[in-house]
């Protein structure tokens, strides 16, 4: 699988992100990590976008991603919740521009991490 690019937040997604996209869907698909599980991290992240990461509330939540998802893969124990929250922690942190995220930066993480939930279903 080709490894993830902090340009693709920081920059924008081009076609080697969208290689990435497909590796890690098909990833996620192999290691078991459910669509449900999926759904339930990605709903969180279209909550956030819909109200704007420019919101204090919103910016709380999102800062509560991290530590959610962290949760959900110790709960799960899969290798796919695992695979997941590996690469969702360096999406993440790639979000911030010192000690917030930027709404540049929240909206291509958004576009990476839907992505990937399309070619998971794929």
């Not at 420019?54 to 998802?69: A, G």
Request: some cysteine; proline content about 2%; glycine content about 8%.
């Amino acid at each position: 699988m080709s490894e993830f690019k902090n340009e693709w937040i920081t920059k924008g997604l081009n076609r080697s992100a969208i290689d990435y996209c497909n590796a890690m869907g098909k990833e996620l698909v192999d290691n078991k990590f459910t669509t449900t599980q999926f759904r339930n991290i990605f709903g969180e992240i279209k909550r956030i976008k819909a109200k704007g990461i420019e919101n204090q509330n919103q910016i709380q939540s999102f800062l509560l991603l991290k530590p959610k998802v962290a949760y959900a893969a110790v709960r799960d124990g899969k290798e796919g919740s695992k695979v997941f929250k590996g690469e969702f922690d360096k999406m993440w942190d790639a979000v911030f521009d010192g000690e917030h995220p930027t709404a540049d930066r929240f909206k291509n993480f958004c576009d990476l991490v839907e992505g990937i939930l399309a070619f998971h279903k794929n």
